[in-house]
């Protein structure tokens, strides 16, 4: 089974935290700092799951997880949609995402949903 | 032949040097008295001597007496031969025995008009002289001849003391005029009056008195009516609460009842003096008189209304209500007028007038719209702010015309809203947008509620409509600041904690206590940290902007689910399971419920570590529905069932450090349920769990 995630965000210590808690849960992680080119980004690396941030450069979480979700390609990749905005689950159903997450977070919280995320699809 | 002095010209009316004939004098005697001259002349032609009095008539119908004396002179044989006299005019003389004889006979026929009896008594022979009238006024046959004392039986027994007093005056006066009852027969009693004069010798001795009686028993009769009337029109005047005067003939009043004389502070005497209009004031005397001047020679009732000098000096509105009155033959017999001192009332009405303008002039320059809605809730006044927003003229907003001004999308939930509150009698307040006459979207929000009479009748809502587009601009610009600013804090402090939590993973194993209770205390500052940037956000939400709620009807049953889904999501270890699936539609802040919501449930999972099963429960009762959220956690003490929704109250038990918190989520939901009209609490039992519950008015 792939267990390969892709990260957006634009806080690269949150990418990097993220990236050695989910490889210490053995999945392989790929980070992203801007989600210009995305549907690239997965045509690329084929993830399994995405973790998408709401503010990142430059088109924002929602317009690229509106993308995925309208993409032949990739739409059934699951989207856990994780943001300090305090209305995470009202976003997350805009952009369509799958998941929400709200930061901060547990380590466990992180890696259950991701966990889940990736069980639910295969 | 005959010749005539000038001065026989003269008496008889004619002219100056006129000739004139025997038989132009002839034809000026009155045609009354020619035989008086002839039967004159045809003795003198016997005895020579002529003397007659008569009367003439000049050609402009003048009468003159004249006093003749002549002489005839005769021949031998006895013969008249020529006569000669002159003539007097004597109608000087003649004047006053004519007016006496006149005054003679006028007051025989007063006498028989007024049917007078007359009567005369010789005082020292006791011997009455009595009119056929005098005998029938006393009952007596008009053959009949009663004595003296025959005639005193006639006097009703108790005025025969009056009739001697007066008779004893009499004598000592010279007159007698008195007014006795007597009795024609024993069943028949008649009011008289006596009227007599007493006639005295050389010596003054009283001698006779002669005079003349009436009945004037229907008179007496009519005036004791009139009197009895009058007395009491006097004790209905003078108790009236109402000044009353009354005007005569003679124009001005003669009558002033008590309730007038206790206003003016004066007498009956000196306001009868002429002395009515001392107290009105100058600037209205003049004015009054005319009226009533006017008002008197038209014979009409009027009105006037003018100030009037109180006993206590000050000038008061008085008004008078004056309408004519006639006796019964229909004659005019001057006014009668209720005064009344309407001063109160003039004030008060002046001060409602000038309140009535301020109100208006208040109103109409005022930054906000006011309005006022009759007892049907149907509109009847807008101010001129609102009516210069709108561009829509006033009459138009009327009943529910202002609904017009509201944009097409909030009408039904303002109109609905209003309705509700106007039928609970309770205020309200409600935001909505209107389309300026200039084309822009402006927020409005109308706050108002139901007014009263001073008798506790309801008579209407009235509030307000305040522009408050600038504030929701400012809030929008606040949420989005705050939002913003929430947002930079917690992006660093998600990185902190994912690093605390990863340290404390990797060194799980350690030896080493201090790193292990440094990364624990870590890792609860970091959560209360956390907790306090999301909580302030809320707090300042609802402490800040009167938070406004975003009103709207959907399934809360649904909500539930949803939310019980998300946090079932990051909450692996716990159960929550929802036991309704069923619709249950309210009219509510959907995302403010929904923070209820998740406060109950992760209050739930966060205090029940060791019970992992939370349930909740959807029930509906009459017209409302009630959310509870069930755990079989740590509960809580009953003396703090109330306090826990207080600000910044955090339960005594809590003081395991695993619950970190700021003790404000709970304080939040009250505020939510509360300004959504609906009830929250908790039932709980320390050591068993909780049921933390709230209810809403199903839509």
């Given amino acids: ?122 | 032949m005959f010749t005539g002095s000038q001065r026989l010209n003269d008496i008889f009316g004619f002219k100056e040097k006129q000739n004139i004939t025997h038989q132009d004098l002839l034809n000026r005697f009155h045609p009354d008295d020619r035989r008086v001259r002839d039967n004159a002349l045809s003795a003198a032609m016997k005895n020579g001597s002529l003397t007659y009095e008569a009367r003439i008539y000049w050609p402009e119908d003048t009468v003159r007496w004249i006093k003749v004396h002549g002489k005839i002179t005769f021949d031998n044989g006895q013969k008249p031969v020529k006569m000669h006299g002159a003539v007097m005019d004597i109608t000087l003389e003649k004047a006053p025995l004519k007016a006496l004889e006149e005054k003679e006979e006028r007051l025989n026929m007063a006498i028989d008009a007024a049917e007078l009896a007359t009567w005369e008594l010789n005082l020292l022979t006791r011997l009455p002289i009595y009119s056929k009238r005098y005998l029938q006024l006393l009952g007596f046959a008009p053959d009949a001849r009663p004595s003296h004392q025959e005639i005193l039986t006639k006097i009703h027994p108790d005025d025969i003391g009056i009739r001697n007093e007066a008779m004893n005056q009499a004598m000592k006066d010279g007159f007698l005029d008195i007014e006795l009852r007597i009795k024609p027969s024993p069943e028949n009693i008649r009011w008289i009056r006596s009227r007599g004069k007493v006639l005295y010798d050389s010596n003054s001795v009283p001698v006779r008195i002669l005079g003349t009686t009436l009945d004037i028993t229907d008179q007496k009769a009519a005036f004791d009516v009139l009197q009895q009337s009058e007395e009491r029109f006097k004790v209905i005047a003078n108790n009236a609460p109402v000044m009353i005067w009354m005007s005569g003939n003679e124009k001005y009043a003669g009558f002033y009842n008590t309730s007038w004389l206790h206003f003016t502070g004066r007498s009956a005497e000196h306001e009868n003096a002429g002395n009515w209009h001392e107290a009105v004031h100058p600037d209205d005397l003049t004015q009054y008189i005319r009226v009533y001047d006017e008002a008197f020679t038209n014979q009409k009732a009027f009105h006037r209304e003018y100030r009037m000098k109180r006993h206590d000096g000050r000038y008061r509105w008085v008004s008078d209500n004056a309408v004519p009155r006639y006796d019964n033959s229909h004659n005019f017999i001057g006014f009668i007028c209720a005064s009344m001192d309407i001063d109160d009332e003039k004030r008060f009405n002046e001060r409602l007038k000038a309140s009535e303008l301020l109100f208006k002039t208040i109103a109409n320059v005022s930054p906000v719209g006011l309005w006022m809605t009759d007892i049907n809730g149907k509109n009847n006044f807008v101010n001129d702010t609102w009516v210069e927003w709108t561009g829509v003229s006033i009459t138009e907003h009327y009943d529910e015309g202002w609904l017009g001004a509201v944009i097409d999308a909030d009408r039904n939930y303002v109109l609905d809203v209003c309705k509700k509150s106007f039928d609970a009698k309770e205020n309200f307040a409600v935001e909505f947008r209107i389309k300026r006459k200039d084309g822009q979207l402006r927020w409005m929000l109308s706050e108002g509620g139901p007014f009263y009479t001073i008798d506790k009748e309801f008579s209407g809502f009235a509030g307000s409509v305040a522009d408050i587009t600038e504030r929701k601009q400012q809030e929008i610009l606040k949420n989005d600041f705050l939002a913003v600013a929430s947002h930079e804090l917690k992006t660093p402090i998600t990185s902190i904690k994912a690093y605390t939590q990863l340290l404390a993973k990797t060194y799980e194993k350690t030896d080493n206590d201090f790193l292990k209770g440094a990364l624990v205390k870590m890792e609860n500052q970091i959560n209360k940290m956390t907790k306090l940037v999301s909580d302030f956000l809320k707090v300042s939400n609802i402490e800040s902007g009167k938070f406004q709620l975003n009103i709207e009807t959907f399934d809360l049953s649904e909500l539930v689910h949803e939310i019980a889904g998300d946090i079932q999501l990051v909450s692996v270890n716990h159960t929550i399971l929802v036991k309704e699936t069923e619709s249950v539609f309210v009219n509510a802040d959907r995302e403010r419920i929904a923070q209820v919501i998740t406060n109950f449930l992760n209050n739930a999972v966060k205090y029940s570590p060791d019970n992992k099963f939370i349930s909740v429960t959807i029930e509906r009762l009459n017209g409302s529905v009630t959310v509870s959220v069930i755990d079989q956690g740590i509960g809580i003490r009953p003396d703090e069932h109330k306090k826990i929704f207080e600000r910044f109250y955090r339960a005594k038990a809590n003081t395991n450090p695993a619950f970190s918190g700021f003790g404000i989520g709970l304080y939040i939901c009250a505020e939510i349920v509360n300004k959504h009209g609906g009830e929250i609490g908790v039932k709980s039992e320390e050591g068993k769990g909780s049921v933390f519950y709230f209810t809403l008015s199903r839509a």
């Fill in chain 1, 1 to 122: 089974m792939n267990k390969r995630v892709i990260i957006y965000d634009d806080d690269a210590d949150l990418l990097e935290v993220c990236s050695l808690i989910l490889a210490s849960r053995n999945f392989e992680v790929i980070t992203k700092d801007k989600c210009t080119e995305i549907l690239n980004d997965l045509q690329q690396h084929q993830p399994s799951v995405i973790l998408m941030d709401n503010w990142i450069p430059d088109v924002g979480g929602i317009k690229a997880t509106r993308l995925v979700k309208e993409s032949k390609e990739f739409h059934h990749i699951p989207v856990i949609f994780f943001s300090a905005n305090n209305n995470v689950s009202e976003l997350a159903e805009e952009a369509g995402a799958d998941y929400c997450l709200h930061k901060p977070f547990d380590i466990a919280d992180l890696e259950n949903i991701v966990s889940n995320a990736i069980k639910t699809t295969t």
